[in-house]
């Protein structure tokens, strides 16, 4: 039995740059469980594991495109210091909540601060990165019957 798209799916996995550097694992946690082809992870970790068996490890290398993308300038917004409030006290690379005019929150990277302005960068912290992913299938969970 193969891991086909469609079926939900029990993987322990090391995230890795080219680097060597680790930026996630499963390592002392319960196996990431998600449904293959439903947009739970990157386009490049739901092709890896297609036609994995139960117990099989492989490495895959993911390129930005079917990770998380390039990293682009359009995402990187200056913004007047005065509205952070006096008390604003933070230092690049620090991470913050914005929340959009929709209502929804995004994640953003400090990445410059001076007497006027924030730089803020909404780029995803992967982005313009390829990654590099050792996956081994634990389990195929068995469909849920129709109810």
Request: hydrophobic content about 35%; glycine content about 10%; aromatic content about 6%.
């Amino acid at each position: 039995m193969s891991v086909q798209n469609g079926d939900t799916i029990r993987v322990h996995y090391i995230g890795e740059l080219t680097d060597g550097t680790r930026f996630d694992s499963s390592e002392g946690r319960d196996p990431l469980q998600f449904t293959v082809g439903s947009g739970m992870v990157v386009p490049g970790f739901d092709a890896a594991v297609l036609g994995m068996e139960i117990g099989e490890t492989k490495s895959v290398t993911i390129l930005p495109a079917d990770a998380y993308g390039e990293k682009t300038d359009e995402m990187t917004v200056d913004i007047p210091r005065a509205e952070f409030g006096e008390d604003f006290t933070a230092n690049p690379g620090e991470q913050l909540m914005i929340q959009l005019g929709d209502g929804n929150q995004i994640p953003v990277t400090i990445t410059k601060i001076d007497e006027n302005t924030v730089t803020l960068d909404a780029n995803h912290p992967l982005a313009g990165k390829t990654l590099v992913f050792t996956i081994t299938l634990a389990e195929i969970c068995p469909a849920e019957p129709d109810a």
